[in-house]
């Protein structure tokens, strides 16, 4: 049996690594960042967010990416090694989905606002109309937990210069394929882009089903309110309810919009999870505080940026004169918040005499204190 020492020395050893993995947080750089492209063509680029630029993506497992495809533009068949939620930030397209054990593809008409949940395994290509006048741009924050490289999304190509057949020998191609091996051999050379490519002029792409759209995709933007504060702001939830596959895919999901100079309470997620933010439109001030108090980040965060605040610190914002729209992904699929202001908050639940000492103030300060914030939630419209 293990002596008391040896006890007492796992206690020290694992508080150490537990005050390091503090420090490490708190030192972080938390700054809202933009992405970077990985790859293009004529057809669009794909652009991703670094762990090396955003420390806090390994940190919390997390991978984004955005797809920009012009008019004509294919984002080839490909997998990925994550699960991940798919945000339609602008434009209209069609997706082609083929879920795991599924025997026939789903075509999708997507449009802006619509999100799409994508688990393990799933198979897509994107494509943007040949005649469109707007650029398709699609967001896709997910968990790299069980992926190659944490806080990185790794994309399988299935066809194009970096497609899976190119690795494997013509014999093997020519054998899975029921194909002689003059056949293989042409058929795995003959597209020569890679990820993203443009289409010939012409050529006809399948139709969206309407059907296909039912259980698969949630328009934020036309979705029921679970949050609608007149002059502050209007919230909608992705969860298992109305999206079943977030199940599936473990992330949960909302687009917030606020009003010009309107603030969002401090808060903080209390199941754990990790929130992770892309600002979609406008832009203001964010504040985020840590461990002891400590405010680990005041910035400006504007359209295209992207930030993460780690688990348990408390983030608050107030946009600016046009308002500010966000679209978050919390790493669990039904996510709990704690609000710190407004008639939710936890202040309102506490007894007067424990907040009088708490605050080391008097009765009629605490009146005070608790009178304000009786109408309002999580959003307060500029005075």
């Not at 993203?196 to 934020?220: F, S, T």
């Amino acid at each position: 049996p293990s002596s008391p020492r040896t006890y007492h020395n796992l206690i020290v050893s694992s508080t150490m690594v537990q005050r390091s993995s503090n420090a490490e947080v708190m030192s972080m750089d938390l700054s809202p960042k933009k992405p970077a492209k990985a790859y293009g063509s004529d057809g669009g680029a794909y652009y991703d967010w670094s762990p090396a630029d955003l420390p806090m993506l390994g940190a919390a497992s997390i991978g984004a990416a955005k797809l920009h495809l012009s008019a004509g533009g294919l984002a080839l068949p490909s997998y990925s090694d994550s699960a991940k939620v798919a945000y339609v930030l602008q434009g209209a397209g069609a997706c082609g989905l083929v879920l795991p054990e599924a025997a026939k593809e789903k075509v999708i008409h997507v449009k802006e606002g619509d999100a799409l949940a994508l688990p393990f395994g799933a198979v897509t290509w994107w494509h943007n109309a040949e005649g469109s006048s707007t650029e398709l741009v699609v967001l896709f924050l997910g968990d790299t937990s069980k992926g190659h490289t944490p806080g990185r999304f790794t994309n399988f190509q299935l066809t194009g210069a970096s497609g899976i057949f190119t690795g494997f020998s013509t014999e093997f191609v020519a054998r899975a394929w029921d194909l002689d091996q003059d056949a293989a051999a042409k058929i795995v050379s003959t597209q020569p882009g890679s990820g993203v490519v443009k289409i010939a002029a012409g050529h006809k792409m399948p139709e969206p089903r309407a059907e296909d759209r039912e259980g698969v995709v949630l328009n934020c933007l036309e979705a029921p309110l679970d949050v609608d504060i007149p002059g502050g702001g209007c919230v909608v939830v992705l969860n298992t309810a109305n999206l079943p596959l977030v199940k599936e895919v473990g992330l949960g999901a909302d687009l917030v919009r606020i009003g010009g100079r309107s603030m969002c309470s401090p808060g903080f997620s209390c199941d754990s999870a990790y929130q992770v933010t892309y600002i979609v439109r406008g832009g203001g001030r964010v504040q985020v505080v840590g461990i002891d108090g400590t405010r680990v980040l005041e910035t400006r965060a504007e359209a295209g940026c992207l930030f993460i605040v780690p688990r348990f610190f408390v983030v608050s914002k107030i946009a600016d004169e046009t308002g500010m729209e966000w679209f978050s992904i919390i790493t669990t699929p039904n996510p709990i918040f704690s609000h710190l202001a407004g008639k939710t908050s936890v202040w309102k639940a506490i007894s007067p005499a424990v907040l009088e000492t708490a605050f080391n103030t008097t009765p009629e300060m605490e009146k005070l204190f608790r009178s304000k914030r009786l109408d309002s939630e999580i959003f307060f419209a500029p005075n």
